[in-house]
């Protein structure tokens, strides 16, 4: 109940393209879910975050989608430029516990 | 730049040695997180730090790591005793209440031979 499974484990897209990263999550009690870009050798830097009373967020080129009933949201990048490949993860948390769970991760290639 | 800040960024140590890290949050951030991953996955949590108190440990935390955040600032992690399995980066995190932004340090690749 605590795992948050992630797809596709690799994604390669040209230049413009739209990637779409998708997670799924069991537990009810979730109710703050961010997504995370790691570079390599860096630490992961937060993106953006949503929480479960709206269905979508957008914060510049990056949009959260969110669906409560069938504990899933996505990520999609707009207009995605090499400088964004990067790993990217989810995660998932509540307020009853300030412990993130996290995907196993997706990487994440635009080629020029 | 102000941000979290680890040392050492890396450390290479024998089988059985202990080793210790250091965290250096963003100043005015109460609450502190430690984190392990490994290459490919994401990372797991170990354990959390409200100012100076230890609120949460993994069960990933066995008897020979141990955290410290003494005067609710900087933290240490010490690993006794390493294995192998250890070999890992280990992040740390800060953030400003509850759901506040974690914002991350570049983390301390350790390596046990």
């Known amino acids: 109940q605590q795992q948050v499974k992630q797809s596709p484990q690799s994604l390669i897209v040209q230049k413009g393209g739209i990637p779409i990263i998708n997670c799924a999550y069991e537990n009810t009690a979730f109710d703050y879910f961010p997504w995370y870009q790691q570079f390599p050798g860096k630490g992961p830097a937060l993106l953006i975050a949503i929480r479960p009373d709206v269905s979508e967020k957008k914060e510049g080129r990056f949009t959260i989608s969110f669906n409560k009933s069938a504990k899933q949201f996505s990520l999609h990048i707009m207009d995605s430029q090499p400088g964004d490949s990067a790993t990217y993860f989810c995660?998932?948390?509540?307020?009853?516990?300030?412990?993130?769970?996290w995907g196993a991760g997706t990487k994440l290639i635009i080629k020029p | 730049d102000t941000g979290v800040s680890q040392d050492p960024r890396h450390k290479i140590t024998k089988r059985g040695q202990n080793v210790t890290f250091r965290c250096d949050p963003i100043?005015?951030?109460?609450?502190l997180y430690w984190y392990r991953q490994t290459l490919g996955q994401g990372p797991e949590f170990l354990t959390y730090?409200?100012?100076?108190?230890?609120?949460?440990k993994s069960r990933l935390l066995s008897d020979r790591f141990s955290a410290e955040r003494p005067k609710g600032s900087f933290s240490t992690l010490e690993i006794q005793r390493t294995e192998q399995g250890d070999s890992a980066m280990y992040l740390c995190a800060s953030s400003l209440g509850g759901f506040g932004t974690q914002y991350f340090g570049p983390g301390t690749r350790l390596t046990v031979l």
């Open positions: 995660a998932a948390g509540g307020d009853s516990n300030y412990q993130l769970i």
């Open positions: 730090f409200q100012n100076e108190a230890q609120l949460e």
């Open positions: 100043s005015e951030h109460n609450r």
